[in-house]
């Protein structure tokens, strides 16, 4: 019987290699500084503040899905003319008539800014992130487009609202194109104009202004507010943050202000309550109603970092998740005929214009 001889078999040859680590995956604002940050939009938080709000938003928007046209009425004062002087004290009839004014205000559903996103199942099947984080980052990121978009749309309907600064203040300051001309600094263009926080206060109690002024504008205010903030005294030795904080006077730089008036010169003043931002959503339309949205389907209002109200629609269609972020709103003020065309107020609507002209 023939043997049969066994061949050892090839034994694995040893790796002499290291194998890589493979790469970490983290936040950008986790190995370094928070990156991406909010942009400021001070005049649209300013719209959305509690101090500004009032009773319009809520009477053009009062929930559940329902808009309503809200009419305004007030009636002008009389012109002093209007009173007879040294007449008889016996008199007991009169022929004078007066009648008011009025005004409409009002949402259409057309007045929106949409922002949206896709996300395919499949696509973020590898992706390192948990889903529901990425979904929460998606939103997010369509809060603050939303936000800015909406943020430059104020800031041009806010300077289309312009008005006038009355009689009163044109000839005392210079007006030209309903703004008023301001310098910041004295002539030579180095030492800083310690008037200019008071000439604008006294401009808007000439004007007539119910509550304090707060502008909003270009880099030349923000460049003057600055070193006021830092103490700084001309060679008189005024102190022109004890100024600042007498004369109650607010600011903030806001970008989109400025290039909606085409300068960094030019700054919008206002006081609380003279503007609104009206906005309207649909999510609670159906409130009370049967059937209710499907397990695939929802909407609901939620608020975007500046404080407007979003319809957030998310919708998956067969592992594709349609996340849809709705905003309705426009800026509406108060009008220019609060007062009649022969009074020294005519056209003020406390929404004005400030202009940095510099000797």
């Not at 986790?30 to 990156?35: A, G, H, S």
């Not at 004078?96 to 949409?114: F, H, V």
């Not at 041009?156 to 030209?176: H, L």
């Not at 903030?252 to 009206?278: H, I, P, V």
Request: glycine share 8%; with cysteine; net charge negative.
């Amino acid at each position: 019987m023939q043997r049969q001889i066994l061949k050892p078999k090839n034994k694995m040859s040893i790796s002499r290699i290291l194998s890589e680590c493979p790469n970490v995956q983290m936040s950008l604002s986790e190995l370094f500084i928070e990156v991406g940050q909010r942009e400021q939009l001070p005049f649209l938080e300013f719209l959305n503040s509690p101090e500004n709000v009032k009773l319009i938003r809520q009477e053009v928007a009062p929930g559940r899905g329902k808009l309503k046209t809200v009419e305004a009425r007030w009636i002008q004062r009389l012109p002093e003319t209007e009173v007879e002087e040294g007449g008889d004290i016996l008199t007991c009839t009169s022929t004078n008539t007066y009648g008011d004014s009025t005004t409409t205000y009002t949402l259409e559903t057309t007045d929106t800014y949409i922002a949206s996103q896709l996300i395919n199942a499949a696509d973020i099947a590898r992706h390192c992130q948990e889903n529901s984080r990425y979904v929460l980052e998606s939103v997010m990121r369509l809060m603050d487009v939303i936000d800015r978009k909406v943020a430059s749309a104020a800031a041009t309907q806010a300077v289309s609202s312009i008005g006038a600064w009355g009689t009163e203040v044109s000839g005392y300051y210079t007006v030209s194109g309903d703004c008023l001309r301001v310098a910041t600094r004295q002539t030579g263009g180095q030492a800083l104009n310690e008037f200019a926080l008071a000439d604008i206060l006294q401009a808007t109690r000439m004007a007539n202004y119910p509550g304090a002024p707060v502008v909003f504008g270009g880099a030349e205010m923000q460049r003057y507010a600055n070193a006021v903030q830092a103490g700084c005294c001309t060679q008189f030795g005024i102190d022109l943050l004890a100024i600042s904080q007498q004369n109650g006077f607010g600011f903030a730089y806001d970008a989109r202000l400025a290039a909606a008036q085409g300068s960094q010169l030019k700054n919008l003043a206002t006081t609380a309550g003279a503007m609104q931002w009206l906005s309207f959503n649909m999510a609670e339309w159906n409130a009370g109603i049967t059937p209710v949205a499907g397990s695939n389907y929802s909407k609901t209002i939620a608020f975007t970092p500046a404080g407007l109200p979003v319809d957030l629609t998310m919708k998956d269609d067969c592992g594709n998740l349609s996340i849809v972020l709705t905003h309705t709103g426009k800026l509406v003020t108060l009008p220019t005929d609060i007062y009649e065309a022969g009074d020294k107020y005519a056209g003020v609507n406390y929404v004005n214009c400030i202009e940095i002209v510099n000797p």
